[in-house]
């Protein structure tokens, strides 16, 4: 029988750090806690959880839904955001007896696979309609997504509160031109996060300035011009780290200073985060997977069945592309 101390063994790491990757208490690094999570996944783990899960003989069928967006962006160079939250569903569906399976969320719509269970959405494509009839065949949970009124379970980082919080830091250290460029304001994620940056400028009496963006299919050139037109501004607070990254990289390839000219803040703290040296918002997206299939075991299960929103806050990561 596996034991925590195999799992431990497998994923170089101690039995106290697979036990707070697992329980989600204390720090672990994201590295760590998908490393946990693979060595649990391959050598079949299941930690002590709820009697009533291990009394239960139902193997749940829950289908993992995600549109063909996110489909380009996990098999882009932008993607890996999504990637590491598909990541840790698979790694722990496994401890909570729920069978999984990958599907797209036009071919659910179209009632091309038989239903399950339950659904985990992930991404914010689908529109209130379509998550009220995926709802009639099974109960679901939504990955960062939310929207107003539905009152489905959501799992959500607090983009809102991120952005707000970082704003709010420079303003505090005497900043004065921050922008702010986003995604596509459709997605819940990125309208969030936007949210967050004007009620910030606005609350301290600053101009919010913003720039759209769509970093799957425009180049970050024309944006950056725009933002440069009026002068060069002192802060850029972007909405996910490739397009952060991508501004990084232009404007050192036009000769800008970072951080001495124009300090640069991401939103999300991926791998490539670290590597650039971009200062950035961290999303805990390992947790955003594992608390959704918790989440759904627990609607399944009937444990725990009045839905609510989960909002986890994000955590600030100073690096080389910031001042502050």
């Keep these: 029988m596996v034991s925590i101390d195999d799992v ?4 170089g790491v101690s039995t106290a750090t697979v036990s707070r990757v697992l329980n989600g208490t204390g720090y672990v690094s994201e590295e760590t806690e998908i490393k946990v999570l693979k060595a649990v996944k391959e050598l079949g783990y299941v930690p002590h959880v709820s009697a009533k899960t291990l009394a239960r003989k139902k193997i749940f069928s829950v289908a993992v839904v995600i549109s063909q967006r996110i489909k380009e962006l996990i098999q882009s160079d932008v993607g890996i955001f999504y990637k590491i939250i598909l990541d840790a569903i698979e790694n722990t569906a496994g401890i909570y007896k729920i069978s999984l399976d990958i599907l797209l969320l036009d071919e659910v719509l ?89 009620t910030a400028m606005t609350k301290f009496g600053k101009l919010p300035i913003t720039f759209e963006y769509d970093d799957l299919h425009e180049e970050i050139d024309s944006v950056l011009r725009r933002a440069l037109r009026d002068g060069v501004p002192e802060v850029i607070i972007c909405s996910n780290d490739p397009i ?71 955590t600030y990561v100073k690096r080389n592309s910031s001042v502050i």
């Design 110 to 198: 179209q009632g091309k696979h038989h239903k399950y269970d339950g659904y985990i959405l992930v991404g914010s494509d689908a529109s209130e309609e379509e998550i009220e009839k995926i709802s009639k065949n099974g109960k679901v949970v939504l990955v960062d997504h939310y929207i107003d009124g539905l009152r489905i379970d959501s799992i959500v980082s607090d983009g809102y509160d991120g952005i707000f919080y970082i704003t709010k830091k420079f303003i505090g250290s005497g900043f004065n031109r921050i922008i702010h460029i986003h995604g596509p304001l459709k997605y819940y994620g990125f309208r969030d996060r936007y949210n967050g940056y004007v």
């Design 8 to 11: 431990a063994k497998r994923a």
């Design 244 to 314: 952060a990254i991508r501004v990084l990289h232009k404007l050192q390839d036009w000769g800008y200073d970072v951080p001495g000219d124009v300090s640069i803040v991401g939103f999300d703290d991926i791998p490539a985060a670290e590597k650039e040296g971009l200062s950035t918002m961290r999303v805990q997206k390992v947790e955003l997977g594992i608390n959704a299939v918790k989440r759904i075991n627990e609607i399944l299960s009937k444990q725990s069945i009045h839905p609510y929103k989960q909002c986890i806050y994000t």
